[in-house]
């Protein structure tokens, strides 16, 4: 069975149209990266975890904050490596100057026996939905039509796409 991740796809209104908060992946090998290395706040639904829950976990172990409100299922995608990920859209705002993201240890330099500790996510940022579909891993773009179309209100709540590329 191929694993699954929740994650919430905060997003709000302003006067040139909806954004969306995305998260850059931390550590040396996304960090020289923009196109491409951003994602929605997700990570691995638990046992006995309702996706709903795992999404809002994970957005506050990776953003360091809880959003406010009801997450409303946006729909499910299939990622390269065969990863299910269901979407949650949340109309809400957030300062990105505040975020503070779990960390993880990784060998830095490779075989130097050196451990270091880095950020899961580096930084955090609203991006109108066309700078969002640019920046974000190729195999999540079709959540960000998801949310495109439910904010529009034409969404049906469930979508099962499968993504071929990463």
Same mark, same amino acid.
Do not use: C, Y
């Given at each position: 069975?191929?694993?699954?991740?929740?994650?919430?796809?905060?997003?709000?209104?302003?006067?040139?149209?909806?954004?969306?908060? &995305?998260?850059?992946?931390?550590?040396?090998? !996304?960090? #020289?990266? $923009?196109?491409?290395? !951003? /994602?929605?706040?997700?990570?691995? +639904?638990?046992?006995?975890?309702?996706?709903?829950?795992?999404?809002?976990?994970?957005?506050?172990?990776? &953003?360091?904050?809880?959003?406010?409100?009801?997450?409303?299922?946006?729909?499910?995608?299939? =990622?390269?490596?065969?990863? !299910? *990920?269901?979407?949650? /859209?949340?109309?809400? $705002? &957030? $300062?990105?100057?505040? +975020? *503070?993201?779990?960390?993880? @240890?990784?060998?830095?330099?490779?075989?130097?026996?050196?451990? =270091?500790?880095?950020?899961?996510?580096?930084?955090?940022?609203?991006? @109108?939905? /066309?700078?969002?579909?640019?920046?974000? &891993?190729?195999?999540?773009?079709?959540? +960000? $039509?998801?949310?495109?179309? #439910? *904010?529009?209100?034409?969404?049906?709540?469930?979508?099962?796409?499968?993504?071929?590329?990463?």
């Amino acid at each position: 069975m191929s694993a699954m991740s929740a994650g919430i796809m905060l997003w709000r209104r302003r006067e040139a149209g909806v954004e969306l908060l &995305l998260a850059h992946f931390g550590g040396p090998l !996304w960090a #020289h990266r $923009d196109e491409g290395a !951003w /994602a929605i706040p997700k990570g691995a +639904v638990e046992p006995g975890e309702t996706p709903a829950a795992a999404a809002l976990r994970e957005f506050a172990e990776e &953003l360091g904050t809880v959003p406010a409100g009801t997450p409303v299922p946006l729909g499910r995608i299939r =990622q390269a490596g065969g990863k !299910w *990920v269901e979407a949650f /859209a949340l109309e809400g $705002d &957030l $300062d990105t100057a505040t +975020v *503070v993201s779990n960390r993880f @240890d990784l060998e830095w330099p490779p075989r130097s026996g050196r451990i =270091q500790s880095f950020p899961e996510i580096d930084r955090a940022a609203w991006l @109108d939905l /066309a700078t969002a579909r640019a920046k974000i &891993l190729p195999s999540q773009r079709r959540l +960000v $039509d998801l949310l495109d179309a #439910h *904010v529009a209100g034409s969404t049906t709540g469930s979508d099962d796409f499968r993504s071929t590329t990463r």
